[in-house]
């Protein structure tokens, strides 16, 4: 090695010190989270184990600061470009994915969905309770494994939320039959078990039977927390109550698929098989709502197609007992996809079980269906057609959205199965889409751009692994299929791929001893992992034969919800005479529509995940990617213990120092000409900037000079460096950090300036309405005896004398001006309307503009039903007025039934004049009642009422 060569590595051992000293640092102060540029690495302290990682559960975990900033930033992107966004969560099982993934969730509902007393969020957060039994699992990594893969598209229009979808990715089949040793099978049915009562154990035949006895549960570790899981399975069950599953259904398969495993088929005298105690086979007939004989028919009896002839064969026990095992996978993962169609499409109890047929593995969480469920239960068929075709096509609609990614991370268990493999190329594709992004895209450019950077970034290519794994024709997924079609075996199969991929560094032989021709190794990106093959073709194929699912047609099955998992198979099969005849479906629901390519299924499993990988892959170029790596601390679960080995390899397989490197010293960031002096013009002064196409490149220089004028005092190893390129600006994480700070600081500042300047404008002008309001409190306190304008005015100055020279020239009582209400601002004439035209309808009515328009006089008249009855009237005393003799003047007191003269309306508001012994008395009018046949009071001419005359 050179001398150059081992300075980097010198550097590269110093660099990883002090990064895993400072990660833990930071994981004892709790601060588990930190950005590197722009992408968030988030370790896992293990404080929140055995936090069921629910949308609910996650409720009170405080969210870190760093996770907020992606979601706002996200949002922000989203809304400022209206490109979709899409965050990125990747690690090992047991590094924190998905509980980040919960937080940041709640965070997105938080900032664009209206917060978690939504509609929306609950619906979304019970689907996440429901599935999350049904789709994890303990393994020897994580307890709370993610089974199921998940992309959650939050779809936002406007800044926010309107509907979220969730892709899920099922794999994990064969842990329904056989959990690894050490590991467990899917939470649900250890809740179940510890949740049902006596009553609901009876109906489901479940009375006797716990982890130890059940076949497809005593594999695995069978220790349980009763008591939590018995909560836990209320909450789950609640849970399928808001989302309008009906519990029986799926408590009746999932019961059927635990007693499957007890169901055990032996050989028996000649070529006949049995069971070897039929009261579980019984059992599950009943819970399946099929008659037993024909279960044992389904499981034992083969048809086969020879050349157009059928012919039906007995199975020998170890087939019965696989058909057996392919029928619980089936019922499972059917059941999980059935739900999260069911579910996420927010049906309620009414709907009919053909509506959810559909062939998408995905959920949909959307407020208009949410609106809808009762236009679709409760309207005719039109109506809910129309719902149809309009959710339909919301459900189409796929730009603007923000994507939360929670895939599954590397794995490597003992003894890896297929499952396992396709797990870890999912892992390999997120890291090569990450490597993508930050590395190769940075690299490349700048070579095509012809900059030179210092910092050479040594990243690892995973590509090599991905081709060993996924090529068309060579890769180990295509030869596995081949030879799934030749029926080979797991020898043949692991002896082949030797051969083909003999000069591959990333294939190899098993190390330990003893030798077993049905295991090879994979040098993964994360690790070394060794593949056991003994299942993977039976694994692969994922077949049930059609003389089991034939079982539960209509006519000889009366559970609808078990017809309903194999709907789609069904039709197929009874669409032509002659069933079974010897097909062959997916264990798994399809997303084809075609099921059967000849008499093979049309997919195998890892084909059909490579399809949906290869979707998932297509959407995720599309957007923008936000990522966050996480790390798990230890490898036992334990809050706050730092392992140093176990970080030192996951901060390896990330990359972390390589991201780190590029960050402090290379380009990561390159924005076309025209992009960058559109974000950043406000960095220089506005009339240098040349503004055209031909001189962008000019004025970015422009920019960054004027940007670099006070540069930042930075760490060592940052730089702020920053170089043009043919059609980019290349810039490092220093400087775009540097910018953006500019750019924020500049912009508070115009906002503020802003601010101030159109509220000092705001003030000015209405200075002169300030002043005059301000006058008038004056007067109001008898501070001020004269102003410039009452000098001008008989009277003025003094209210009353103006009022009684009001009365004087009208001839009539005038009522008071009514007084500005306290504490109201005097109104802005310039608010509403223009100032002239104010002016000149005051000129026109003759009235002062200083001063509110007088009340209009009282009318001559009262208005009793239809009629105007004028005055004089008579009126009887309903009571005593005023009712304290005492309070009254002899001779001025109205008794109860006198008559009395009623003159006019009184000034005072309600009241009117009754003349009593030569006195004037204002009297409110409820005291009085008019006499029938009172004609005394002369009619008016018709004429609207107003404000001065008194209803009755
Ligand atoms: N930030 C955190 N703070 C406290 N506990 C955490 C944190 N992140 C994860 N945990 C706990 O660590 C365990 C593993 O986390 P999680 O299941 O989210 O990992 P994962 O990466 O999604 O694993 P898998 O890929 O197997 O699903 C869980 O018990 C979880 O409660």
Redesign the pocket.
Known sequence: MNKAGQMKVIVFRLATAIAIASSRTRLINIR?STNVGPILL?A????????P?TLSSTRS?PLAPQLRKIVQEAVRQQAETGYPQAIILS??????????SMLLLRQLFAVAGGGPETDAFKHLAASFTVLRSLGSAK?S??????RIGQFIEVQVTDGALYRTKIHCYFLDQTRVIRPLPNEKNYHIFYQMLAGLNAEECARLNLEGYSPANLRYLQNGDIRQDEHEDAARFQAWKACLGILGIPFLDVVRVLAAVLLLGNVQFVDGQGLEVEVTDDTELNAVANLLGVPPAQLFRGLTIRTHNARGQLIKSKCDANMSNMTRDSLAKALYCRTVATIVRRANSLKRLGSTLGTLSSDSNESVHNQAEVASQHASTIGGNAGSKSMAALNNAVRHATDGFIGIL?M??FEEPRPAQLEHLCINLCAETMQHFYNTHIFKSSVESCREEGIICDTEVDYVDNVPCIDLISSLRTGLLSMLDAECSVRGTAETYVSKIKVQHRNSARLEQRTLEPYDPRIFAIRHFAGRVEYDTTDFLDTNRDVVPDDLVSVFYKHTCNFGFATHLFGTELKALYAQENVPRGLSFRIAPTSHTDLLNGDEPVSTLTQDFHTRLDNLLRTLVHARPHFVR?I?SNTA?KAGVFDRGTVVRQIRALQVLETVNLMASGFPHRLRFKQFTARYRMLAPFRLLRRCEEKALEDCKLILDFALENPPELDGSVTLSWAPGKRHIFLSEGIRQHLENLRTEVRMKSATLIQATWRGWNLRKRLGTIRRSHDIKMVGAGMLTLNKSSATRPNAGNPTSNTNANATNTGTATRPRPQPIAGTPPPDPNEKCDSKIIAQTCTLFGLDLERPPPVPPSRSYTVTGNSKLGYPQTRLMKMNFPEDSAAATVGEQLRKGEAVTVTGASHRRGHLIVEHNGISLHVPFQYMELVKSSTSGSPSPPASTNAGAVNI
């Open positions: 588990c988030s896992n302290p293990y404080h929140d184990v055995g936090n990682l975990v690690g090992t099982s047991g590094s924190g994915k998905t509980h980040c393994t990594t994580n307890s709370e494994s993610s929670d599954f991370g996480c798990r679960e």
